[in-house]
């Protein structure tokens, strides 16, 4: 797969291909394409789109882990529904287990949706106050036809007790639970219908770190023992780099680079990626490093800027004397070694030495400009 | 060793300082057996029960907790925010430079808050005032606590919001703040809370609703401004590494209580108190991939029923013989260093229920961090 985006849709349906493992992918996502429409005006007349993802393509193996990290507004929850056709693309495929979800019908699609779940992030907004907590891991087990209420309650008891949580639980109410055993329920309803892959947004941002680190370890367990593959959303780098294989990093609707997490945590090859891992602060008081601050606020997904979309921010561009190819040309994701994949025109000049360069000769004060 | 030892004064006041005496001069804020409960219809909520701690002129604390700790609770009490009832100072002094502020009058304590203590509260959106303009609100502070002008109310406005990084500071002073960006209108904050060159800034969660390179932006620029400025500076965060980065010394919190102080190379890299070493042991980056995080088994105690003795014991992997029954007070383990556990003081010290035979030889006291 090139990182050419076919946008396309003729273009792109073909049969995924294996990727470079030659480990069959899972879940095989092409030129994916998701707009909003704005309306405006008086008579509310489409006026615009929020490109909340703009062509991205990407392949998760069977039991694998991929990271999707990136600031609030880079459009990573929307490409998580739009994997799991709970938002119907306006562009690009996704193939899961080699059928193309744009082509089912409404109730095959039903069907395949037991083998794709998705675990929320806030364990208190998405849990139905008024449903005891048996009704809301078996809820799904109902949708999907499985009509007799005692191999529902079996199904649910077993769930509930592979997640950690006691079976005498299952007549209680979501508010007798802490924030780590609601997600706890979160986790138990996305794997009550023995799926293969789930997508996890944000799923352990809303917790404190001790929290954080039971669930995290849970996952974790719950995917050796049931082979399953993880579509893991999150902004918290340190989080991402311990639970993924593979690693996306998404700015303004596209994804920047994908790498695996020994090549991005050792050697980002996008300046964004970079950037991102420089912000990041490290819980060692020793490493009290300089770090490399981007300039301004992320742009409006409305009206992204021509050419590589990072180019406004991009601390490289302007140690390079602003070349104009920057504002002209979006840069292919392409492979930089290694199966390394970046979208930057200048990826091989892009080091942990020109960062810190970067960050050694800006101010401080400075850093609010070139925010309009 | 059999000897009860009767703790309930030195809960009161933390090593070395006494109730109602005047601090140093070089220390700021002196914060001493401070409670504030909250009645509600259940019952009371000890959300900030006994803390103790200081901040010397210029110096930076970072106070860490978990949510529920009391962090934000003990900010509050200290700007004189909390709602009287349901909340109640129980029991406590705040000394700010040199006064005690639990006795002022509320028309006294307007003329401290807002200029020489400021606060930076966590969410830029709801802090301001969506039908002013940042220019105006900036300008209403100065003129509260200055005897100036308009115009030079105006001017100084504009001088802050330059001094913050914003550009086009003019232009920016007739904004609302719906116009701006979320690390936009944290810029805006901090330029509010140093308009008046307090002594003191209060920041809670100043960064938690940035993004990690708006956040990075914030925290440099507070850092840059507190290093020419020699304000003092609270940092209140759940977030480990932030602390790391910006103060110098750290303060945690765990049910109401401080349980460890010290400097952040101290706290962090050698932590004594065994919630504070699993709190660092369960960030995801300390750990190689692959392995295991840490876990504090079990979850917060509830406010309702809090242990009688450590707070902390339910959670403990190193809980032993005082510890269900006696409350640890905060002891000095080293020079401006302090730990509220029983695995700190000597065996000799311990204290022993009464109706227990005192045991032959004493427990074996596992040392933490050796």
């Not at chain 1, 070349?323 to 930089?336: A, F, G, K, Q």
């Not at chain 2, 040199?98 to 959106?125: A, K, N, T, W, Y």
């Not at chain 2, 086009?168 to 002073?173: A, N």
Request: aromatic share 6%; with cysteine.
């Amino acid at each position: 797969m090139t990182g050419q985006l076919p946008i396309d849709p003729a273009a792109a349906a073909s049969p995924p291909e294996s990727p470079a493992s030659g480990e069959p992918a899972l879940v095989s996502v092409q030129g994916l394409v998701k707009y909003f429409p704005i309306m405006g005006g008086l008579l509310r007349r489409k006026v615009g789109d929020i490109k909340a993802v703009d062509g991205v393509s990407f392949d998760i193996s069977k039991g694998e882990v991929f990271g999707l990290v990136g600031e609030s507004g880079c459009g990573k929850t929307t490409l998580g529904r739009a994997v799991l056709y709970l938002q119907r693309p306006t562009a690009g495929e996704v193939f899961f287990d080699g059928q193309n979800l744009s082509t089912l019908k409404a109730n095959k699609l039903r069907r395949m949706r037991s083998r794709m779940q998705l675990i929320f992030q806030d364990p208190y907004g998405s849990l139905n106050p008024r449903m005891p907590v048996s009704d809301i891991v078996g809820e799904g087990l109902l949708a999907q036809g499985m009509k007799s209420s005692t191999a529902r309650e079996r199904k649910v008891e077993q769930t509930m007790q592979a997640v950690g949580l006691r079976p005498e639980y299952c007549r209680r109410y979501p508010h007798e639970f802490s924030g780590g055993q609601r997600q706890r329920i979160g986790i138990a309803r996305a794997l009550a219908l023995d799926p293969d892959f789930i997508v996890c947004d944000e799923a352990v941002s809303a917790l404190d770190v001790s929290i954080q680190s039971q669930i995290l370890n849970l996952m974790l367990d719950l995917r050796r023992e049931f082979n399953l593959t993880y579509l893991f959303i999150a902004h918290n780098l340190s989080v991402i780099e311990y639970v993924s294989d593979r690693i996306g990093v998404m700015y303004l609707g596209k994804l920047v680079e994908v790498a695996t997490a020994e090549q991005l945590f050792k050697g980002a090859r996008h300046p964004y990626s970079v950037a991102l891992l420089s912000a990041t602060p490290d819980p060692d008081p020793r490493v009290r490093k300089k770090r490399l601050v981007l300039r301004g606020d992320v742009p409006s997904p409305a009206n992204p800027p021509s050419g590589c979309r990072f180019h406004t921010r991009c601390w490289l561009r302007e140690r390079l004397g602003n070349p104009e190819i920057c504002s002209t040309v979006d840069p292919p994701l392409h492979d930089t070694g290694g199966g390394q994949m970046s979208a930057c025109h200048f990826a091989e000049q892009v080091s942990v030495e020109a960062a810190e360069e970067a960050a050694a000769t800006q101010s401080v004060i400075e850093t609010a400009a070139g925010a309009t | 060793m059999s000897t009860v030892i009767d703790l309930s004064h030195v809960a009161e006041a933390a090593p070395g300082r006494s109730i109602g005496q005047k601090p140093p001069d070089d220390v700021l804020l002196d914060v001493r057996g401070l409670k504030t409960y909250f009645h509600v219809l259940d019952g009371t909520v000890p959300a900030v029960d006994g803390v103790d701690f200081q901040i010397k002129r210029g110096e930076t604390l970072g106070l860490v907790g978990e949510s529920g700790c009391g962090k934000s609770v003990t900010s509050l009490t200290i700007m004189r925010l909390i709602d009287i009832p349901p909340g109640e100072i129980a029991a406590g002094e705040i000394w700010f430079d040199g006064v005690d502020i639990l006795s002022l009058s509320p028309s006294e304590m307007r003329d401290i808050r807002g200029s020489e203590m400021s606060m930076i509260f966590q969410e830029p959106m709801t802090s301001l005032n969506p039908v002013f303009t940042v220019g105006y609100q900036i300008a209403e502070a100065v003129k509260a606590h200055r005897n100036v002008s308009k115009n030079s109310a105006r001017d100084r406005a504009i001088e802050m919001l330059a001094a913050v990084g914003i550009p086009s500071p003019e232009r920016r002073f007739k904004q609302y703040p719906h116009e701006l960006s979320g690390g936009m209108r944290q810029r805006v904050m901090i330029a509010m809370a140093l308009s008046c060159d307090p002594k003191l800034i209060i920041a809670d969660e100043p960064t938690t609703a940035l993004d990690v390179t708006i956040q990075a932006q914030i925290l440099e620029l507070m850092k840059s401004i507190q290093e020419r400025t020699g304000t003092a500076l609270l940092l209140i965060t759940h977030d480990l590494a932030v602390v790391a980065e910006t103060v110098e010394r750290i303060a945690v919190m765990y049910a109401g209580r401080i349980v460890e102080a010290g400097t952040a190379e101290e706290v962090l890299l050698d932590p004594k108190h065994p919630y504070t070493q699993g709190l660092i042991a369960s960030i995801p980056s300390t750990v190689p991939r692959g392995q295991r995080l840490n876990v504090i088994k079990g979850t917060v105690p509830n406010p309702f029923r809090m242990p009688t003795g450590c707070r902390f014991e339910p959670r403990c992997p190193h809980a032993f013989g005082p510890c269900k029954d006696f409350d640890p007070p905060l002891r000095l383990t080293g020079p401006n260093r302090e730990s509220a556990c029983w695995l700190q003081y000597p065996p000799g010290e311990l204290p022993v229920k009464e109706t227990d035979a005192p045991p032959a030889t004493p427990v074996p006291v596992e040392r933490v961090g050796h």
